[in-house]
């Protein structure tokens, strides 16, 4: 598996698991077939710059750099800002509308956030389709993107 792909998953199991050691990170990513050793996910570590937090549980647990999500957050509204056309939601599907051209980074932008609500993100030319989990977090998700868009 390619650094890119790998340090993608870590990502994922970082917006769903509070990760407080390599071991964990070599363990989920097993889970998932995917075969890595400590060695490389020290270097996967250093690399994406992960940062170990205080938990609610007392202890401290890997998570992104505070810039970078800051920043993906900061891109995000700009992104909205910019090229907002509508949004519409039905059932578990959130539909939003923007200038063409700018479909693919603002879904790029939404997966990069890591919101939990979020089953998948498609986006062309002018359209972002994201799939949510379910009813409930298809509202959750509508209030995010209110606020999102009330912040510009």
């Known amino acids: 598996m390619k650094k890119q792909e790998?340090?993608?998953?870590?990502?994922?199991?970082?917006?769903?698991?509070?990760?407080?050691?390599?071991?964990?990170?070599?363990?989920?990513l097993r889970a998932e077939d995917i075969d890595v050793t400590q060695a490389t996910i020290s270097r996967?570590?250093?690399?994406?710059?992960?940062?170990?937090?205080?938990?609610?549980?007392?202890?401290?647990?890997?998570?992104?750099?505070?810039?970078k999500q800051m920043d993906t957050e900061k891109k995000l509204k700009r992104t909205l800002k910019d090229a907002y056309v509508s949004y519409a939601t039905?059932?578990?599907?959130?539909l939003i509308k923007v200038l063409p051209g700018n479909g693919p980074a603002l879904a790029t932008l939404i997966e990069a956030m890591h919101y939990?609500?979020?089953?998948?993100?498609l986006g062309d030319d002018a359209?972002?389709?994201?799939?949510?989990?379910?009813?409930?977090?298809?509202l959750e998700l509508q209030q995010k993107i209110q606020r999102l868009l009330s912040d510009h």
Request: net charge positive; glycine share 4%.
């Open 6 to 28: 790998r340090q993608r998953y870590i990502k994922r199991l970082l917006s769903s698991n509070e990760i407080e050691r390599q071991e964990d990170f070599v363990k989920l």
């Open 44 to 67: 996967d570590i250093k690399d994406m710059q992960l940062v170990k937090v205080p938990s609610a549980t007392g202890g401290y647990h890997y998570s992104m750099p505070v810039q």
């Open 90 to 94: 039905q059932d578990k599907f959130v």
């Open 116 to 121: 939990d609500e979020i089953f998948g993100t």
């Open 127 to 138: 359209h972002v389709l994201i799939i949510c989990k379910s009813l409930a977090m298809t």
